[in-house]
């Protein structure tokens, strides 16, 4: 089955840095990759989400790449804001098999006022 | 509506009751999935419903038994649990099971005593 390496594992960033967490995926099936993040307590939110057949997409801030050849993609997030603090999965998926989401460990990213 | 809404929001079980968790949405989405997560770690699959019918099951014990009454609504039965199975339940919702995003509704703190 398909299995979703994240790195690293906790961020911390002065505000107004830039931000970057990688996953590597194994399955060169997977052609749907999203981000969520989840605030302490809250519920996981999709943030940004990229498709096989792109290799970037950006939303204001908040961009994420993807290489299909060496089955990795990253999420940048530029002039990060205290808000910007969370837990941030990686998630990799097939489709017509159900939507099952395979994800990443999680990146929990401090942003230092 | 645009919101996947989960009641109860906090739930203390002792190991031999019964209970259930609820989840709703009126958005048309026509797959609903159950998921486990515990403290600092992902989500984790614990069944699909796709045109209100079982598509997946994640190896899940018996004690959990899920339901879907209808399209906009998913139960997860909970009977004879373990301590170990103390967690936060989360309930998604997409359009189709083929379709890509899932939106997570804020969960169930589930406690075992």
């Known amino acids: 089955g398909e299995n979703v390496e994240q790195h690293p594992s906790t961020l911390s960033v002065q505000e107004g840095d830039s931000a970057v967490i990688k996953c590597t995926y194994s399955?060169?099936?997977?052609?749907?990759f999203p981000w969520y993040k989840q605030e302490l307590g809250k519920r996981p939110q999709l943030i940004i989400d990229?498709?096989?057949?792109?290799g970037e997409k950006k939303d204001q801030r908040i961009a994420v790449t993807l290489n299909k050849t060496a089955k990795h993609f990253s999420l940048h997030i530029t002039e990060t804001q205290p808000e910007d603090s969370a837990v941030y999965f990686c998630a990799a998926s097939i489709l017509g098999t159900g939507n099952q989401f395979y994800f990443g460990t999680g990146t929990s990213l401090t942003v230092i006022p | 509506d645009t919101e996947v809404t989960q009641t109860p929001k906090h739930l203390v079980m002792g190991m031999t009751n019964k209970k259930s968790l609820k989840c709703e949405q009126h958005m048309g989405h026509r797959a609903m999935y159950w998921y486990k997560q515990k403290a600092k770690k992902p989500p984790e699959l614990m069944f699909v419903y796709s045109y209100e019918k079982l598509s997946i099951n994640e190896s899940v014990p018996s004690r959990f038994s899920p339901e879907c009454p209808n399209s906009s609504l998913l139960n997860l039965h909970l009977h004879a649990l373990q301590p170990e199975d103390s967690a936060l339940y989360l309930c998604?919702?997409?359009?189709?099971?083929?379709?890509?995003?899932?939106?997570f509704g804020p969960g169930t703190r589930l406690t075992v005593t």
């Open positions: 990229i498709r096989s057949n792109v």
């Open positions: 399955d060169s099936a997977s052609n749907y």
């Open positions: 998604a919702s997409s359009l189709q099971s083929e379709s890509y995003e899932q939106y």
